[in-house]
């Protein structure tokens, strides 16, 4: 049973994440320099997906611009809204059906970062003849997410969502498999929760209390969900560690202090001073000067920093930093500037909702 379909989420509006994400979709954060989308994708893909299907927000163009139709990838990528408004990311799903069909598919939440392949997931899947593989992972604050319940034999017996009281530690990742039909079946024999909408538990619950094949897996070290922005920068340091070193590709020829792996992108401009502690990658059209920029860090095109110190944090494209300043643990977003107030010894701060900043 070859799954070659995937559903992936784009949609929603990250409110835990704002300012960031007023203004970008996101899916479109950028982790590693690319957008956190990208990864999703490129995860199915390298399982044996060509055809994928992507729920936006109403009215979403800027994601469709930047995915574009998944020529890139050599595959088909086509996009839906989720109709009628949020009613749960099981309801995302069953928007897809005329897309689904009756074959199998992997549902993947585009803002779970995966490390590992999902190659021998599949595989699993496909070798045991489940109806449905779950993947489940150790957290600190299961209350969040779907949690697995067991019997005494350790039999998995229902999936809860976002219990107060979770009866052990894990988390159902945003990963998951079903065979031809059954979803659409199952979603049909369930009703909106208490939160006002269908919750994914509530089919993989079904589907236990039908005697369906649920497998489960726990996975260690390769899952992240970034539904807060300490976790997109965790994720970020993550996914630089465990990129290849082929994908660094040195100093390009620029005099500076260089220690471990780091990527330099295209037309740098870069001044006297600068030191860089990889892994860090920095985008096209940078200009660098009396700077120290790591480790885990990602700096996107067009972006100048000066005088700085900057380390643990994503900083998006076309960002001015030009203060004496120490950054760390931090996301700036696109445009952003920080810079030194040459005439008062104040701050003057134009900021939005939500933002934190620590002076």
């Not at 995966?114 to 600190?140: H, I, Q, W, Y």
């Not at 009281?165 to 498999?177: E, K, R």
Request: net charge neutral; hydrophobic share 40%; glycine share 10%.
């Amino acid at each position: 049973m070859k799954i070659t379909k995937a559903i992936l989420t784009g949609g929603g509006r990250a409110t835990r994440l704002r300012p960031i994400t007023t203004t970008i979709n996101k899916h479109l954060i950028p982790l590693a320099n690319k957008p956190m989308i990208f990864h999703a994708i490129e995860k199915v893909i390298e399982a044996g997906v060509n055809e994928i299907f992507i729920n936006t927000n109403p009215g979403e163009v800027q994601l469709q611009n930047v995915v574009g139709d998944g020529s890139r990838w050599g595959v088909k990528i086509k996009y839906f809204e989720q109709t009628g408004g949020p009613q749960g990311i099981a309801h995302v799903v069953n928007c897809a059906k005329d897309f689904i069909g009756d074959d199998p598919f992997i549902f993947y939440l585009s803002d779970n970062i995966v490390l590992g392949s999902l190659v021998p997931f599949f595989e699993k899947f496909t070798s045991n003849n489940n109806d449905c593989m779950l993947a489940f992972s150790r957290v600190n604050d299961p209350e969040r997410f779907g949690v697995p319940v067991f019997n005494e034999k350790n039999e998995l017996i229902e999936v809860q969502e976002k219990p107060k009281n979770p009866s052990n530690n894990f988390a159902v990742t945003g990963i998951y498999l079903y065979g031809p039909k059954i979803f659409f079946d199952a979603f049909q024999h369930i009703q909106k929760s208490s939160r006002g909408e269908f919750e994914i538990s509530d089919i993989h619950s079904y589907f236990l209390k039908q005697g369906k094949k649920v497998g489960w897996e726990e996975v260690t070290g390769w899952w992240k969900d970034t539904g807060m922005p300490e976790d997109l920068i965790l994720a970020n340091k993550l996914l630089l560690e465990v990129m290849k070193d082929d994908e660094f590709s040195g100093s390009n020829g620029h005099k500076l202090k260089i220690k471990g792996r780091v990527h330099l992108g295209k037309e740098l401009k870069i001044g006297s001073g600068v030191k860089i502690i990889g892994p860090v990658i920095i985008g096209d059209n940078c200009f660098l000067e009396k700077c120290e920029i790591g480790p885990n860090v990602t700096i996107g095109s067009g972006s100048t920093v000066k005088n700085a110190s900057i380390s643990e944090s994503i900083i998006f494209s076309n960002c001015r930093i030009e203060a004496k300043v120490v950054i760390k643990n931090s996301i700036i977003g696109d445009q952003a500037k920080v810079v030194k107030n040459e005439t008062k010894k104040t701050h003057r701060l134009i900021i939005g909702d939500q933002t934190l900043i620590e002076l």
